[in-house]
């Protein structure tokens, strides 16, 4: 075969430390089009980012070359520096260490669109920390020996 071909859906989501209430739908407004902006750098593409006041969900088509630890070092630490350069007043910021990573097959792409869109309305009803709990349970993980989560 003379090509290499992919279609790589990655959900990611990620959280401020210690989830602080943080990003302000003002600051969301200016920071999702930059962690879309960070993405492209690596040739992946951002297809939905949003999220509430302290984590963001990231729905990215990847490529093959792009291993997803490195492409969130990447938006998380870049996206670091400029909250911190942006917003001096937010000089203690930072994004929690661990991450979510979960693959999304073609035909649930739509939906996880829509989950991200709809992130309000889905927190009005469960915190962030629930959230990502039944995230990890819908796709087989449980937190084992890791203990919980932050």
Not at 71 to 81: A, D, E, F, I, P
Not at 94 to 113: C, L, N, P, T
């Amino acid at each position: 075969m003379p090509a290499t071909w992919s279609k790589l859906w990655a959900h990611y989501v990620f959280s401020t430390k210690r989830r602080e209430h943080v990003l302000s739908p003002d600051i969301c407004t200016r920071l999702y089009p930059f962690l879309g902006g960070i993405t492209r750098e690596f040739k992946c593409t951002s297809v939905q980012i949003g999220g509430i006041s302290d984590h963001v969900h990231m729905l990215v088509l990847m490529r093959p070359d792009v291993a997803p630890s490195f492409l969130m070092q990447k938006v998380k630490g870049r996206s670091s520096t400029w909250m911190h350069e942006t917003f001096p007043e937010l000089s203690r910021f930072s994004w929690q260490v661990g991450y979510g990573a979960f693959s999304v097959s073609e035909s649930m792409v739509e939906k996880v669109k829509q989950y991200i869109q709809n992130q309000e309305a889905h927190h009005r009803r469960d915190d962030s920390r629930t959230e990502y709990l039944r995230l990890l349970s819908s796709h087989g993980l449980d937190l084992g020996d890791e203990g919980e989560i932050e």
